[in-house]
């Protein structure tokens, strides 16, 4: 198995915390981490996304296969598409303020053949981390009018699509930011 570091962004706090979203290459994909920095720089929340096998048409989460790090805007921005089965992935992520808090902002979409079983993005949280008890919730997410948030387990989120084209083939977007609270 392939395992490589790859492309980062990182959203800093008026405090020196900060918010990074890292990428790895994991097989033939790209495996996402989101991380919340103390003003010292260690680890206070980590949200994984999850990978099904390859071989799922309707993975857990999007199969991003290529990435790439562009500037748009004189502002870094993240662009990466990838396929599982018949349907198509594309996202953008940046970085953005909301309020005054770090935040990354994603915008994916799926483009599918037919009605889609599933589409989303779905997060492990890790309860591990630090000594505070309550770091499961120190980042969040916030959906656009696209989204929605589900909690799925105790350690798992899932951010789904609430809208679906009324005729197939289509594409279906959902977007969604991920803050903390200074």
């Not at 490589?4 to 915390?17: P, Q, R, V």
């Not at 779905?122 to 770091?135: E, L």
Request: one cysteine or more.
């Amino acid at each position: 198995m392939l395992v490589a570091a790859a492309y980062s962004l990182t959203s800093m706090g008026n405090d020196g915390s900060a918010l990074q979203v890292s990428f790895t290459r994991v097989g033939d994909r790209f495996e996402q981490t989101v991380t919340r920095l103390d003003h010292l720089g260690n680890t206070i929340a980590v949200w994984r996304d999850v990978h099904d096998s390859g071989s799922d048409d309707w993975p857990a989460s999007p199969p991003i296969q290529e990435l790439s790090l562009e500037e748009i805007g004189g502002k870094n921005v993240l662009l990466g598409v990838g396929r599982a089965g018949k349907s198509h992935w594309s996202v953008s992520i940046e970085t953005t303020e909301s309020g005054s808090a770090p935040a990354i902002h994603f915008d994916f979409a799926c483009r599918c053949p037919a009605p889609p079983q599933w589409l989303g993005t779905t997060y492990n949280i890790d309860f591990s981390i630090g000594d505070d008890s309550s770091s499961d919730h120190s980042m969040n997410a916030t959906c656009n009018e696209d989204a929605t948030l589900k909690q799925v387990a105790s350690n798992r989120t899932r951010i789904e699509p609430l809208h679906h084209p009324t005729k197939w083939p289509g594409t279906v977007r959902w977007r969604y930011t991920i803050q903390y609270d200074l």
